[in-house]
């Protein structure tokens, strides 16, 4: 660690009268130090006694008091010289003091009724003589001329808090005479406590804004998602399109090429058809020339009514063969082209996502946390019962219904071997057994004993399946009062509810039913909607 003698300048230390390094160091009771040789000798050659420096006069002449503190950091200057060791200059930036001569050391307190700052050494006077000592000692500060009065050259010591500015001691006497006057160090606690009110306002403006700034990233973050579905929703549409656009292309071009060749093949017969009635009629034209010839007049007479007699022919008058008989085909293949196209834009347009609603399940069914997924929980409920859920049927609405518009959403069943999905009215009975029925609110399907498929429309129908669906779409269209289901696994119809008017909003409704021993423990999965699924389009059947 450095010494005193190391960070403390020789400027400090310098007899103001000699400007050398103290000799023997003394004090004066003005508090400023001198060589005791040289303030002897400035007060033997002068008429009255007073500091050299502060020119303050002394009645007699005072005791001098040695300045051990002053004489110890001296000879280390000197012995610092003799060692060829200079003292550091003070840093830019900070307060100076004021005293130093030359190189300015940094001011350790500032005095607020001497207006000066002090470093280490300079500031000693200040924590030793009793006078010096009542003297008002703040951290440094620059330009202290500022706290004093411009008017009455006074301390600014007081706040004025009509005026909301700092004033003298004369300044409330005259001007702001009858004015609420504090203390200012009081009041600058007060203004402190207020700032810590207003820095714990601000703080909260942070964290409102901080959530919002996590607010708008999130959202950046779900649209970045959002977009990459998009995006691939889109590739796997176009894809599906080049595909049904080059296998309509193979089917167009072996139909237009069947079609050829069958033409072809009926030219040919045409052709040898035609080649063998020409060849007839030459054969009867060369005969009629050779009879109009001949001079056997008994002969002409008896082949005659034979010769006269066309042969039999086919009439061609009716029959052709035309060279745009594949150009129907064409504009058909290009229509129902154009049809797929919209069919897949509407089937994008129209798909929802769907959420289930915890809050409206059955006790004993568990939701998952992202809301896709509903299954039996087979333990003892803890949840309340409260108005919007099912009590004893095992079902689960979602979170949004439809009062407008067309919508279409997936479900996948897998290998359940009992289950209910469709579409119910927001006002439907939730207490008690339920009857899955239009008149009743309900629009559903069902699953039950692993093959049993029913549509639940009053008395219920029987469906049958070329392929058991694990996969299940559902459109609602609201104006038409039409709900239809989807075996997406094989992109077949399954069955459609027409000609009701719907009055409220219908909302999707899940039922996975119990686990019937374990062999229905799987759970209902709503998925993202796929616009071509395997090869192929739903939008077949579904009139958009």
Request: aromatic residues 6%.
């Amino acid at each position: 660690m450095a010494s005193s003698g190391d960070i403390l300048s020789e400027e400090q230390f310098q007899c103001s009268i000699c400007l050398d390094v103290f000799t023997e160091p003394v004090s004066i009771p003005c508090g400023h130090s001198f060589c005791m040789a040289c303030i002897k000798r400035h007060w033997d050659s002068s008429d009255a006694c007073y500091c050299p420096k502060c020119k303050r006069v002394f009645a007699g002449r005072p005791d001098l008091l040695a300045n051990s503190f002053a004489k110890d950091i001296s000879e280390k200057i000197r012995a610092n010289r003799r060692n060829g060791i200079k003292q550091p200059d003070a840093k830019s930036g900070g307060v100076h003091c004021d005293v130093c001569m030359g190189r300015k050391l940094k001011a350790l307190k500032s005095c607020l009724v001497c207006l000066t700052s002090y470093c280490e050494t300079h500031l000693e006077p200040h924590q030793r003589v009793v006078t010096l000592k009542r003297h008002k000692l703040v951290d440094p500060v620059e330009k202290l001329e500022d706290r004093m009065c411009k008017k009455h050259q006074r301390l600014l010591e007081l706040f004025c808090r009509s005026d909301q500015r700092c004033v003298c001691e004369r300044c409330t006497e005259t001007e702001h005479r009858a004015h609420d006057i504090v203390p200012a160090e009081r009041e600058s606690m007060a203004k402190k406590a207020q700032m810590k009110k207003t820095e714990a306002e601000v703080q909260q403006m942070i964290q409102a804004r901080l959530k919002k700034l996590d607010e708008i990233k999130h959202s950046v973050k779900l649209s970045r998602i959002n977009s990459k579905k998009e995006i691939e929703d889109g590739v796997q549409v176009f894809t599906a399109l080049v595909r049904s656009i080059e296998r309509s292309q193979a089917e167009l071009i072996e139909l237009i090429e069947e079609k050829q060749s069958a033409a072809e093949r009926r030219a040919e017969g045409l052709v040898k058809e035609l080649e063998q009635e020409i060849t007839e009629l030459q054969r009867r034209s060369t005969e009629l020339e050779q009879l109009s010839h001949t001079e056997d007049h008994l002969h002409l007479l008896k082949i005659f009514p034979c010769l006269c007699t066309p042969p039999p022919t086919k009439d061609w008058s009716e029959i052709s063969v035309h060279s745009d008989l594949c150009l129907g085909n064409a504009r058909r293949a290009v229509s129902l082209l154009e049809e797929t196209v919209v069919t897949a834009k509407n089937k994008l347009s129209i798909k929802v996502d769907v959420s289930l609603d915890p809050s409206t399940a059955n006790p004993w069914l568990v939701v998952s946390e992202d809301g896709k997924k509903v299954w039996d929980g087979d333990m003892e409920p803890s949840l309340l019962n409260g108005p919007q859920r099912f009590d004893t049927a095992p079902c689960v609405l979602a979170k949004d219904g439809f009062a407008t518009g067309r919508h279409y959403w997936e479900v996948e069943v897998g290998d359940k071997t009992a289950w209910d999905l469709g579409v119910a009215k927001e006002s439907i009975n939730r207490k008690g057994m339920v009857t899955l029925s239009p008149e009743d609110g309900y629009w559903t399907i069902c699953l039950r004993r692993g093959s049993e498929y029913r549509a639940c429309e009053g008395q219920s129908v029987l469906l049958h399946f070329r392929e058991k669906p694990r996969k299940v779409g559902v459109f609602v269209d609201y104006e038409e009062g039409k709900v239809s289901f989807y075996n997406v696994t094989d992109r077949s119809h399954i069955y459609s509810f027409t000609g009701y008017q719907f009055t409220e909003r219908v909302i999707p409704l899940l039922n996975p039913d119990m686990r019937d021993s374990g062999n229905n423990i799987s759970p209902l999965i709503i998925c993202p909607v796929g616009v071509f699924n395997g090869g192929g389009s739903l939008d077949d059947d579904i009139t958009i």
